[in-house]
């Protein structure tokens, strides 16, 4: 008797997984930091998990402080990989790439035609901090195209980037740097201009299991959920995300 309850509570754990998979109402319910340009997307791919957003480099510093984080995606690898060597996430891997605009309001009060128009008209520009991932895409994309100068017409520095598409929403500037799925989230509030293949940057998001986290065995489900399965990659496409 004792051996046959001991392989029926072997052969319950070994089934376990199997369960949350078929039952995702008893599956764990991770917390998942994520980039603020993910803040649409992932509930869509999973409505169960907790969320936190904001920019990568204040996740990143909550995590080393000690924030209850299971999964931890960023919208710039330094972040995961700055982690990874501090040993405080386990292996990152890409899962997604996104691409810059120049964003204006639907109206385009400046009137501008395309991103060069930044050299010589009279704009108010907002744009992330240096320290959050889209600042520093934006001031990479400034420096590649000779428009570094641009700069000097910033009237507000964000600490992500939903912060400047609420800004731009509200006709509080005129202009400022978004990833592409930002202004396709926007729903129409916001008209985008492109900028060239030479000043574009690599925009790739991490992504990796926080080692302090509890559930890692889920957390690594999710990760492989999100990268393998039809449904994440067609979400994340429709999104305006670049899945390969």
């Given at each position: ?66 924030a209850p984080a299971d999964v931890f995606a960023s919208a710039a690898p330094s972040f995961t990989q700055a982690l990874y060597r501090e040993r405080l996430v386990e292996k990152p891997r890409t899962f997604a790439s996104n691409a810059l605009v120049l964003a ?141």
């Amino acid at each position: 008797m004792r051996r046959t309850a001991l392989l029926l509570g072997v052969g319950l754990i070994a089934a376990l997984p199997q369960l949350a998979q078929a039952r995702p109402d008893v599956a764990p319910r991770l917390t998942i930091y994520a980039a603020a340009s993910l803040t649409e997307v992932f509930p869509r791919i999973d409505r169960r998990s907790a969320y936190s957003f904001a920019g990568s480099n204040q996740l990143a510093l909550q995590i080393r402080q000690g924030a209850p984080a299971d999964v931890f995606a960023s919208a710039a690898p330094s972040f995961t990989q700055a982690l990874y060597r501090e040993r405080l996430v386990e292996k990152p891997r890409t899962f997604a790439s996104n691409a810059l605009v120049l964003a204006v309001p639907r109206s385009n009060p400046a009137g501008l035609r395309t991103l060069f128009d930044l050299r010589s008209r009279d704009v108010k520009l907002v744009v992330g901090t240096a320290a959050v991932p889209i600042g520093a895409y934006t001031r990479q994309v400034l420096r590649r195209l000779g428009l570094s100068d641009a700069l000097s017409k910033v009237v507000s520095e964000e600490p992500d980037v939903k912060s400047i598409v609420g800004k731009l929403a509200l006709g509080e500037a005129d202009a400022g740097f978004v990833y592409r799925t930002d202004v396709r989230a926007a729903g129409g509030r916001l008209r985008a201009f492109p900028i060239p293949a030479r000043g574009q940057p690599n925009v790739r998001y991490e992504i990796a299991v926080v080692r302090a986290s509890r559930q890692k065995a889920a957390a690594r489900a999710w990760i492989r959920a999100l990268t393998q399965t039809a449904r994440a990659r067609v979400l994340l496409r429709r999104a305006g995300f670049i899945v390969r």
